[in-house]
């Protein structure tokens, strides 16, 4: 599986961002997926995750209520849409895939693609 993040940029705390994985060479649908981030000088971490179907997406308390993550099975797309992010957001994000959500979220994904700098200012 290929994955290929996308969208990060600048943004304003407080304004709002969306971030864009495309995912191509498997069945797209039969993966679980997430976002992990890694900020300058720190481990990386897991963000949100979400299973195949795109329903109960599961966040990291660091984002919970701010950011939500959704799929689009048809388009083999994954999105992050980042409201209210804060200057401790700022980080690369990757997306990643494993046919089991618990994978993700413990940060073993199978597949991991490029990631997508997002710098928040404040």
């Known amino acids: ?9 600048l943004a304003q705390a407080g304004g709002s961002l969306r971030l864009s994985c495309a995912a191509s060479g498997r069945t797209f649908s039969n993966l679980a997926m997430g976002w992990f981030r ?10 949100a ?7 109960s997406p599961y966040y990291a308390d ?20 980042m409201d209210s992010p804060r200057v401790e957001d700022t980080a690369v994000y990757h997306c ?4 089991k959500m618990h994978n993700i979220v413990i940060l ?5 693609g490029q ?3 997002v710098t928040v200012s404040s």
């Open 108 to 112: 073993r994904p199978e597949y991991w």
């Open 49 to 55: 995750a979400t299973n195949r179907g795109g329903s």
């Open 38 to 47: 890694q900020a300058p000088g720190k481990e990386c971490e897991f963000v």
């Open 115 to 117: 990631g997508t700098l």
């Open 62 to 81: 660091s984002v919970k209520g701010r950011f939500t993550m959704s799929r689009d099975n048809a388009k083999n797309m994954v999105y992050l849409q």
């Open 96 to 99: 990643g895939a494993h046919q």
């Open 1 to 9: 599986v290929q994955l290929q993040a996308s969208g990060g940029g």
